[in-house]
């Protein structure tokens, strides 16, 4: 569950930081007054927070979480599915 809040965070983050540099290209496009200026930096601001945000909550799991186990051809075989070839007894079955 943690990770997947980890992950919809970091995907909102992305999204943030995609509208925050087009708001900061929208500011630049037109000559810089003192209040321009002023809103500039508060974006500029924000978007180093979210950048932050989107490095912290995205690279790996949150602290903790262990990483999915691999899948197995069945319970009983202990092959995992990437290296298991379909001549063993324990994969003949789940064939696709």
Do not use: N
């Not at 809103?39 to 912290?56: K, M, P």
Request: with cysteine.
């Amino acid at each position: 569950m943690a990770y997947a809040i980890a992950a919809y965070l970091h995907f909102l983050a992305v999204f943030l930081l995609f509208a925050l540099l087009l708001l900061e290209h929208q500011l630049l496009r037109r000559p810089l007054s003192f209040a321009r200026a002023r809103s500039l930096f508060r974006t500029d601001l924000l978007f180093g927070i979210v950048a932050g945000a989107a490095l912290v909550s995205g690279p790996r799991a949150p602290a903790g979480m262990a990483k999915a186990p691999i899948i197995t051809c069945r319970t009983a075989c202990s092959t995992p599915r990437s290296v298991c070839s379909w001549s063993l007894p324990c994969c003949r079955s789940i064939r696709p």
